[in-house]
């Protein structure tokens, strides 16, 4: 509540280079199924300013995007583009009206030319109706160059690296002579030189008199690059003004706000190690890809991981999983070799994953809960299959997990998000395994579910099993961990005990600035 | 928003499910009702062990089909192998096809059982060389059984030179048009055939891989399946079925012919489909596909009964196809 106070608003005239305002959302009220996501938040937009778009995951900044790009519609509210009320009624509405949005899942065609993507859906024709390709092609080597970007036009879109296909989708901004520019997390994924190199753009954009909204979570990358800040909270504009007037952790600050979940009571100091990781390389060599991670996990213990998305959090999980192969470094389970190259060796020894997608890794949509909850090899099976006793199983952890289904016959697509999820850890749970890794085990979760998981999570770590949590969500890292590791770009930045850690510190550790004292790698 | 009215809409949810699932078994019932009203001879026990036997062969192909729909592929290429099956008994059983073509160490021919096994393996090993190019290498099953049932129709050419393999001993031709009481022996054969088959389906570990790959394979991956050895596995024993069924159309037939089983791959992707397979994987079973099996049988013999032309009887099951289809569409959009 106090933080409310905080609220600040820019002076007027602060923003020196500011042109007249080109893009403004006015009160944009969103609700979905009567769960109010966005409430009252105006911002505006004017030419030649990069504005900071600031919040935790689930504070409303994906639906603002949405709403202002014609992807989602407001309840209340209304959109202004050069003072005058607009409608979006699709996306494409705001691309015609100027309106370019880049989404963190590029919109552009693998399997297309760069110049034919940079011009899908308006390709400039010929008297005879023809594609003009000798256009085409001239005018997407224009808006390449005008980025500084060195991609030749005729390469395949798909064989680009991801920060080529950014250049790509910002040049088929400006190929349709966008004005304000939606960029939603563009860095999440790119090397130090290529953050660098998509920065100078986003300034030369905003130099010739466009008007940039950034979204991130780095907050180093905004105190550097942007203008002005507004930041969202549970769905409201908490904080508004001029970056130069703060500084990160005044940031970090407005966007946790709340009172922070107090850390878990270190418990009863852990029993033997369970899980043993050093010096872990991903096979691949992409930009971000894990380097170099060593951590332990006990029995017992909570371990929490940390990161944005992409950090290489899930990567590690898939390796102790062995859904992907391991480049070099060594595993200990229980303290022999671990090296598995099948989810059902690692099953075999006791190793379980709830995956992060649950929707395309988790549930089998076309079959009913028994079948989900059985689904998993486990060589106590005997023949016939005995589908009464995996009920009265499954009968067990409904009860411990307060699972509401229609029935355990019925398709698992009419379980609610949270209770599918709870018939997907009731299905290792019954595996008994030792190592448990959950990946944001309560993303698209009620509340109430989310609480049931979390109290399933403590009692499994209280009865002895080592369980490592991969969550986006702090508060719940923090609530649930004995110990964090952060990680940034594929290595470890940070360890800290979850009773000394805060959000604003491991959010720090998660936008790359060092620790101090400095991370270091545990001793195997 | 009330508890008692999303209560209510998953009551009819699930109402529409169950609909879903008996209504090719209620629309072989009044397909039944139909022809016995029009055509009173179509219900006697002649006639209707008559339609067992006409669609014994299809419905021992259907079944392996089953498994293979059930992962998401397609087999074309089953009539194919069997007639590939049915020739390579015909050489094992007469000893020759023809003056060229010898069986080496027995130009006499073998006993039935010999046949029998050869045209079995044979199937299988069509089946499982499919299987592993579709799912170690990836390459679309449609594309492989496309090229598969080419290339066991070219075989089939050479084994037999082209012409039919005809003339077997009696042995051999119990197994396709012997009886036993007043059933025909390819009834039991194939009711045996289903019944393993959904045991398999119904009661193994086995059996709820295949149903969980179909459903999510990179679920299944993460639930310890290995995906590749299930998905191999199927076509093997869509191939085995081929075999099987290719044994007993030249028993029934006395010949083994390079057109046998011709376009018979249509008729049985049909039946799996009627039957409520779903072509998205993870929906279906051996129950569907008998009823589906059933329904063509039915529909063929009935419409023959009442003297329909045989190219309506073509459009008519092409468009039960199509509606059977869409129906399993429109069913899999209600769940959503």
Redesign the interface.
């Given at each position: 509540m106090s933080l409310d106070a905080a609220v600040e608003r820019a002076a007027p005239g602060g923003f020196v280079r500011s042109g007249e305002v080109i893009l403004s959302a006015e009160t944009l009220t969103k609700r979905f199924f009567g769960v109010t996501v966005l409430e009252g938040v105006s911002l505006s937009l004017r030419g030649g300013e990069i504005r900071a778009l600031l919040g935790e995951n689930g504070a409303g900044k994906s639906t603002l995007i949405n709403l202002l790009s014609g992807a989602l519609q407001p309840d209340e509210g209304a959109v202004r583009l050069d003072g005058a009320r607009i409608v979006l009624p699709r996306p494409l509405d705001a691309d015609r009206a100027g309106i370019a949005t880049i989404r963190q899942e590029f919109s552009l065609f693998g399997e297309l030319s760069v110049a034919e993507s940079l011009f899908a859906g308006h390709l400039p024709v010929n008297r005879f109706g023809l594609v003009d390709w000798r256009q085409v092609e001239g005018r997407a080597r224009q808006a390449l160059a005008r980025l500084g970007a060195l991609i030749d036009p005729r390469r395949r879109v798909g064989d680009l690296s991801v920060a080529e296909q950014q250049l790509v989708e910002i040049a088929r901004a400006l190929t349709r002579r966008a004005r304000v520019v939606i960029m939603d997390e563009p860095t999440a994924s790119l090397s130090p030189s290529e953050v660098e190199t998509l920065h100078a753009i986003v300034r030369k954009l905003a130099a010739d008199g466009v008007a940039v909204l950034y979204v991130s979570h780095r907050l180093e990358e905004i105190v550097a690059l942007c203008h002005s800040y507004t930041v969202l909270r549970d769905g409201r504009a908490v904080a508004e003004g001029e970056v130069a007037d703060v500084d990160a952790e005044v940031l970090a600050r407005f966007m946790v706000g709340r009172a922070v979940e107090k850390g878990r009571q270190s418990t009863n100091s852990a029993g033997a190690e369970v899980l043993g990781v050093s010096r872990l390389n991903a096979a691949g060599d992409a930009p971000g890809a894990v380097r170099d991670v060593s951590f332990t996990l006990r029995a017992g213990e909570i371990l929490g991981l940390a990161g944005i998305v992409g950090a290489g959090r899930t990567e590690i999980a898939r390796m102790i999983f062995g859904l992907d192969p391991i480049g070099s470094g060594e595993l200990r389970l229980a303290g022999e070799a671990f090296a598995p190259r099948s989810p059902a060796e690692a099953i075999a020894r006791g190793v379980a994953l709830v995956p992060e997608d649950r929707q395309k890794l988790g549930v089998f949509l076309e079959l009913d809960v028994v079948e989900n909850f059985a689904a998993p090899r486990s060589p106590k099976d005997r023949f016939p299959l005995d589908r009464g006793r995996e009920k009265r199983l499954l009968g067990e952890f409904a009860a411990k997990l307060a699972l509401r289904s229609p029935g355990f016959d019925a398709a698992i697509a009419r379980l609610s998000g949270g209770n599918q999820q709870k018939v997907v850890l009731a299905r290792w749970l019954a595996l008994a395994p030792r190592l448990l890794i959950v990946d944001e085990p309560t993303r698209g979760v009620d509340v109430a579910a989310k609480a049931d998981v979390h109290a399933l999570i403590r009692r499994l770590a209280a009865q002895g099993v080592a369980v490592l949590m991969i969550s986006s969500d702090l508060p719940e890292i923090l609530a649930l961990s004995d110990r964090i590791l952060t990680l940034r770009a594929g290595r470890l930045t940070g360890e800290s005990r979850a009773a000394d850690a805060s959000e604003e510190a491991l959010m720090r550790l998660m936008a790359g600035e060092t620790a101090t004292p400095p991370a270091e790698p545990l001793r195997p | 928003?009330t508890v008692s009215a999303s209560l209510t809409a998953?009551r009819s949810?699930?109402l529409a499910?169950l609909f879903a699932r008996l209504a090719p078994a209620i629309f072989l019932a009044l397909l039944i009702v139909l022809f016995t009203a029009l055509a009173p001879r179509f219900f006697s026990a002649l006639n209707l062990f008559n339609v067992l036997r006409q669609v014994s062969i299809y419905g021992i192909l259907a079944v392996g089909m089953t498994f293979v729909i059930l992962t998401r592929g397609i087999d074309l290429s089953v009539g194919a192998l069997a007639a590939l099956a049915g020739a390579v008994a015909a050489v094992v059983a007469k000893g020759h096809a023809d003056t060229r073509f010898v069986l080496p160490f027995f130009p006499e021919g073998l006993p039935w059982e010999f046949a029998a096994l050869a045209a079995i393996l044979t199937g299988g090993l069509g089946g499982l060389i499919q299987g592993i190019i579709i799912a170690r290498l990836g390459v679309p099953s449609f594309v492989v059984t496309l090229g598969g049932m080419t290339v066991f129709r070219g075989l089939t050419l050479i084994v037999g030179n082209g012409g039919p393999i005809a003339g077997f001993d009696a042995d051999f031709g119990w197994w396709g048009r012997g009886l036993i009481g007043p059933v025909p022996v390819p009834v039991i054969v194939f009711a045996l055939v289903a019944v393993v088959a959904a045991?398999v389906l119904g009661?193994?570990?086995y059996g709820?891989?295949v149903?969980?790959v179909?459903?999510?394979p990179?679920?299944?991956?993460?639930?310890?399946?290995?995906r590749a050895k299930v998905e191999t596995s199927v076509y093997a024993l869509t191939g085995l079925a081929a075999g099987l069924g290719g044994f007993l159309l030249a028993s029934r037939l006395n010949s083994a012919e390079a057109v046998a089983g011709s376009q018979y791959e249509l008729t049985v992707i049909a039946a799996v489909v009627i039957g409520g397979a779903?072509l998205?994987?993870?929906?279906g079973g051996i129950g569907g596909t008998l009823v589906g099996t059933l329904l063509i049988g039915v529909l063929l013999n009935g419409l023959v009964i009442l003297n329909v032309s045989p190219y309506v009887q073509q459009l008519l099951i092409g468009a039960i196809i199509v509606g059977a289809v869409t129906f399993d569409v429109f069913i899999k959009r209600q769940?959503?």
């Amino acid at each position: 509540m106090s933080l409310d106070a905080a609220v600040e608003r820019a002076a007027p005239g602060g923003f020196v280079r500011s042109g007249e305002v080109i893009l403004s959302a006015e009160t944009l009220t969103k609700r979905f199924f009567g769960v109010t996501v966005l409430e009252g938040v105006s911002l505006s937009l004017r030419g030649g300013e990069i504005r900071a778009l600031l919040g935790e995951n689930g504070a409303g900044k994906s639906t603002l995007i949405n709403l202002l790009s014609g992807a989602l519609q407001p309840d209340e509210g209304a959109v202004r583009l050069d003072g005058a009320r607009i409608v979006l009624p699709r996306p494409l509405d705001a691309d015609r009206a100027g309106i370019a949005t880049i989404r963190q899942e590029f919109s552009l065609f693998g399997e297309l030319s760069v110049a034919e993507s940079l011009f899908a859906g308006h390709l400039p024709v010929n008297r005879f109706g023809l594609v003009d390709w000798r256009q085409v092609e001239g005018r997407a080597r224009q808006a390449l160059a005008r980025l500084g970007a060195l991609i030749d036009p005729r390469r395949r879109v798909g064989d680009l690296s991801v920060a080529e296909q950014q250049l790509v989708e910002i040049a088929r901004a400006l190929t349709r002579r966008a004005r304000v520019v939606i960029m939603d997390e563009p860095t999440a994924s790119l090397s130090p030189s290529e953050v660098e190199t998509l920065h100078a753009i986003v300034r030369k954009l905003a130099a010739d008199g466009v008007a940039v909204l950034y979204v991130s979570h780095r907050l180093e990358e905004i105190v550097a690059l942007c203008h002005s800040y507004t930041v969202l909270r549970d769905g409201r504009a908490v904080a508004e003004g001029e970056v130069a007037d703060v500084d990160a952790e005044v940031l970090a600050r407005f966007m946790v706000g709340r009172a922070v979940e107090k850390g878990r009571q270190s418990t009863n100091s852990a029993g033997a190690e369970v899980l043993g990781v050093s010096r872990l390389n991903a096979a691949g060599d992409a930009p971000g890809a894990v380097r170099d991670v060593s951590f332990t996990l006990r029995a017992g213990e909570i371990l929490g991981l940390a990161g944005i998305v992409g950090a290489g959090r899930t990567e590690i999980a898939r390796m102790i999983f062995g859904l992907d192969p391991i480049g070099s470094g060594e595993l200990r389970l229980a303290g022999e070799a671990f090296a598995p190259r099948s989810p059902a060796e690692a099953i075999a020894r006791g190793v379980a994953l709830v995956p992060e997608d649950r929707q395309k890794l988790g549930v089998f949509l076309e079959l009913d809960v028994v079948e989900n909850f059985a689904a998993p090899r486990s060589p106590k099976d005997r023949f016939p299959l005995d589908r009464g006793r995996e009920k009265r199983l499954l009968g067990e952890f409904a009860a411990k997990l307060a699972l509401r289904s229609p029935g355990f016959d019925a398709a698992i697509a009419r379980l609610s998000g949270g209770n599918q999820q709870k018939v997907v850890l009731a299905r290792w749970l019954a595996l008994a395994p030792r190592l448990l890794i959950v990946d944001e085990p309560t993303r698209g979760v009620d509340v109430a579910a989310k609480a049931d998981v979390h109290a399933l999570i403590r009692r499994l770590a209280a009865q002895g099993v080592a369980v490592l949590m991969i969550s986006s969500d702090l508060p719940e890292i923090l609530a649930l961990s004995d110990r964090i590791l952060t990680l940034r770009a594929g290595r470890l930045t940070g360890e800290s005990r979850a009773a000394d850690a805060s959000e604003e510190a491991l959010m720090r550790l998660m936008a790359g600035e060092t620790a101090t004292p400095p991370a270091e790698p545990l001793r195997p | 928003m009330t508890v008692s009215a999303s209560l209510t809409a998953r009551r009819s949810v699930s109402l529409a499910a169950l609909f879903a699932r008996l209504a090719p078994a209620i629309f072989l019932a009044l397909l039944i009702v139909l022809f016995t009203a029009l055509a009173p001879r179509f219900f006697s026990a002649l006639n209707l062990f008559n339609v067992l036997r006409q669609v014994s062969i299809y419905g021992i192909l259907a079944v392996g089909m089953t498994f293979v729909i059930l992962t998401r592929g397609i087999d074309l290429s089953v009539g194919a192998l069997a007639a590939l099956a049915g020739a390579v008994a015909a050489v094992v059983a007469k000893g020759h096809a023809d003056t060229r073509f010898v069986l080496p160490f027995f130009p006499e021919g073998l006993p039935w059982e010999f046949a029998a096994l050869a045209a079995i393996l044979t199937g299988g090993l069509g089946g499982l060389i499919q299987g592993i190019i579709i799912a170690r290498l990836g390459v679309p099953s449609f594309v492989v059984t496309l090229g598969g049932m080419t290339v066991f129709r070219g075989l089939t050419l050479i084994v037999g030179n082209g012409g039919p393999i005809a003339g077997f001993d009696a042995d051999f031709g119990w197994w396709g048009r012997g009886l036993i009481g007043p059933v025909p022996v390819p009834v039991i054969v194939f009711a045996l055939v289903a019944v393993v088959a959904a045991v398999v389906l119904g009661a193994t570990r086995y059996g709820r891989s295949v149903y969980a790959v179909g459903a999510n394979p990179e679920a299944a991956r993460l639930c310890g399946i290995d995906r590749a050895k299930v998905e191999t596995s199927v076509y093997a024993l869509t191939g085995l079925a081929a075999g099987l069924g290719g044994f007993l159309l030249a028993s029934r037939l006395n010949s083994a012919e390079a057109v046998a089983g011709s376009q018979y791959e249509l008729t049985v992707i049909a039946a799996v489909v009627i039957g409520g397979a779903s072509l998205y994987g993870g929906r279906g079973g051996i129950g569907g596909t008998l009823v589906g099996t059933l329904l063509i049988g039915v529909l063929l013999n009935g419409l023959v009964i009442l003297n329909v032309s045989p190219y309506v009887q073509q459009l008519l099951i092409g468009a039960i196809i199509v509606g059977a289809v869409t129906f399993d569409v429109f069913i899999k959009r209600q769940f959503r």
